[in-house]
């Protein structure tokens, strides 16, 4: 009896699991896969993309369409390369793409996907989720560490300043990394992570580029499984190297956290909030690898991506001069030259969100969005998509679609002073403009993002004038990564514009 159960059992999950796989090929025949390259045998369309996929991608969505789909090795990728199709995938389906995909660089940098960028959509997401908006990135916690960024600005700008005097040029990313990095761990460790500007912040500047870098690559073994114990690229021993780098470093910061905790009194920051939940109940116990894995979010996610978003639109104000001075008229006429500026004058101040919306849309700092994996197979604008198929979303390729804005490669900050353009917001429900994605998968820190990039911008703006170092010339070209870095970083010579009161 036990036997015929067994094997009645066995025939009812084999019947299953056919009718599954008939119903999966049925409906790829009434609704076929999305237009795409057919690629090569065995690697798909791997080598089709090259240093830049996101040029690559956006180049082939104007041959198959705003919905592509890519065999990429053993898997499947689909991408969205226009406002409307990107609405369907992160708002209509967005359900079916909550999850990331799991990969090396999640397995190998971020602590087995343990984090808040990768991690599985659910309990744990959640928590981590609500925790960093309660203490960090909602707005009455930005509320609360408004008087961190202020300060730290205000050591920038004093910092620029000395360099100006000494006729030295000013390393704006390496500058704003330092600043940015300082304010995160003020608000998470209850102090500054770097006193000086030497070569430690230097090294994590370094460790922060490499990766966005190598995340970011095509990494052949997240492709084609079989061959991943080869690494034939050397990413993965590549990661792995940066990997114990950046624990060693978080490690520190958690031992040299908790040895303080008496100092903390009355006072706690948000690595005490999560350590008081690591230390709770099992059904939302947190490991001590979910902690480092969140600060490795914060600090590198924080601190790379405005630290982009800023030197691009400096780098565009110094090919278009006109846009720095107007930036600075208006600037005078509301805050003058007697005081800095201070976040309450951001809403009055037009020009300067123009301008941050406008290196928003053409330089985004992640400019494919971070890949979704379908937990299910759906359908859009007719088209089949398979259970597993990796989703990137071009927001490069939105931000320089023509069907969407005039003149898409000029850089120029009066298509968001028209009352159409005002209205559109960068923080994920306009899609013509997702820097920071959408849906529930979208950027946690999406409004810490905006402020500090308005803030530290504008102060850079009010406080200086910026010139090119004599002999060199501007170089716009871009570095693929998750982050788009500068090929060649922003180096500037400053001279104040404001009354010496302003940088003491």
């Not at 009434?30 to 057919?38: A, E, I, T, W």
């Not at 009455?140 to 408004?146: D, H, I, R, V």
């Not at 990494?219 to 990997?243: C, T, Y």
């Not at 570095?479 to 500068?486: D, W």
Request: hydrophobic share 45%; charged share 25%.
């Amino acid at each position: 009896m036990a036997t015929t159960f067994l094997r009645e059992l066995f025939l009812c999950v084999a019947l299953y699991y056919i009718l599954r796989h008939v119903v999966s090929r049925l409906l790829s025949c009434f609704s076929p896969l999305p237009p795409g390259p057919r690629g090569f045998p065995v690697v798909g369309a791997l080598p089709l993309l090259g240093s830049a996929p996101h040029v690559t991608l956006a180049g082939m969505a104007k041959r198959y369409g705003p919905v592509m789909h890519l065999k990429m090795g053993q898997f499947g990728m689909v991408v969205a390369s226009t406002p409307d199709a990107a609405r369907v995938f992160l708002k209509t389906l967005d359900p079916y793409f909550s999850n990331r995909p799991v990969d090396a660089a999640s397995v190998r940098l971020a602590y087995g996907g343990q984090d808040l960028v990768f991690a599985e959509y659910g309990p744990k997401w959640k928590l981590l989720r609500k925790l960093c908006k309660l203490e960090m990135l909602g707005n009455k916690a930005l509320e609360s560490w408004a008087a961190v960024r202020r300060d730290e600005v205000g050591r920038m700008l004093r910092s620029m300043h000395a360099s100006g005097r000494k006729g030295e040029p000013v390393m704006l990313g390496g500058m704003l990394i330092y600043t940015i990095a300082n304010m995160i761990g003020r608000v998470i460790l209850s102090g500054r992570v770097f006193e000086t500007k030497g070569s430690e912040a230097n090294e994590f500047k370094d460790m922060v580029v490499e990766l966005m870098t190598l995340a970011a690559q095509v990494n052949i073994s997240d492709f084609l499984p079989a061959v991943a114990w080869m690494d034939l690229q050397g990413l993965e021993a590549r990661m792995k190297k940066l990997h114990k780098k950046f624990d060693r470093v978080l490690s520190r910061m958690v031992a040299e956290h908790e040895a303080s905790k008496g100092e903390r009194e009355g006072r706690p920051d948000l690595l005490d909030a999560v350590m008081a939940i690591r230390d709770g109940p099992a059904e939302e116990k947190l490991t001590n690898d979910n902690v480092k894995a969140l600060l490795l979010n914060l600090f590198t996610a924080g601190t790379d991506t405005s630290k982009g978003t800023i030197e691009w639109a400096m780098a565009e104000m110094q090919l278009n001069p006109s846009i720095l001075r107007r930036a600075q008229a208006e600037m005078d006429g509301i805050i003058g030259r007697n005081r800095r500026l201070e976040e309450s004058d951001i809403p009055n101040l037009p020009y300067l969100q123009a301008i941050c919306k406008e290196s928003f849309r053409k330089h985004p700092s992640t400019p494919l969005n971070l890949p979704r994996i379908s937990t299910q197979a759906c359908e859009v604008n007719g088209y089949y998509i398979p259970k597993n198929t990796k989703l990137f979303v071009n927001v490069w390729a939105i931000g320089r679609d023509a069907d969407v804005w005039e003149h898409p490669l000029e850089f120029n900050p009066d298509r968001f002073m028209t009352a159409k353009g005002a209205k559109i917001d960068p923080r994920g429900n306009d899609f013509e403009l997702i820097p920071f994605g959408a849906g529930r998968r979208i950027c946690a820190g999406v409004r810490a993002g905006v402020v500090l990039v308005q803030y530290m911008l504008g102060s850079l703006i009010h406080s200086f004038d910026w010139s090119l170092p004599e002999g060199s010339k501007p170089d716009m070209g871009e570095t693929f990564g998750i982050a788009l870095q500068k090929t060649v970083p922003v180096a500037a010579m400053v001279s104040p514009r404001c009354a010496p009161s302003v940088y003491d």
